[in-house]
């Protein structure tokens, strides 16, 4: 079973920065692709950015060019640095983490931090 521990979340200001960080532990095998969801009341998931083993990332358009994601394998942790805030990207961002299977992928969520975009 494979525990995800996120950090960093708090209260910043329009146009502030943030550094997300998760880290995983648990695990026999190497992570596959982990990376960050959000999430509003009232409204579905959805991915910010990912990045795979490898190192190859994706990001949703709306924070492309603001927000980068990292990862450290030896460490099985990953970041997200979150610059030019936006006070609609209030919402808890979740960590995610896939563990390749036989079959099929494993995914795990951690609990969530929350970040809150407020003057």
């Known amino acids: 079973q494979v525990q995800l521990v996120e950090s960093g979340g708090g209260l910043v200001q329009p146009g502030g920065s943030l550094r997300l960080s998760c880290a995983a532990s648990?695990?026999?095998?190497?992570?596959?692709?982990m990376g960050w969801h959000r999430q509003v009341p009232g409204k579905q998931r959805e991915l910010v950015a990912e990045?795979?083993?490898?190192?190859?990332?994706r990001y949703s358009d709306s924070v492309k060019g603001r927000f980068t994601i990292s990862r450290d394998n030896a460490a099985n942790t990953v970041h997200l640095q979150m610059n030019a805030l936006k006070p609609e990207e209030t919402a808890v961002y979740y960590c995610?983490?896939?563990?390749?299977?036989?079959?099929?992928?494993?995914?795990?969520w951690g609990q969530g931090t929350q970040v809150t975009v407020s003057s």
């Open positions: 995610k983490a896939t563990v390749p299977g036989r079959f099929a992928d494993y995914s795990y």
């Open positions: 648990g695990s026999n095998r190497a992570l596959g692709a």
């Open positions: 990045i795979t083993g490898d190192g190859s990332t």
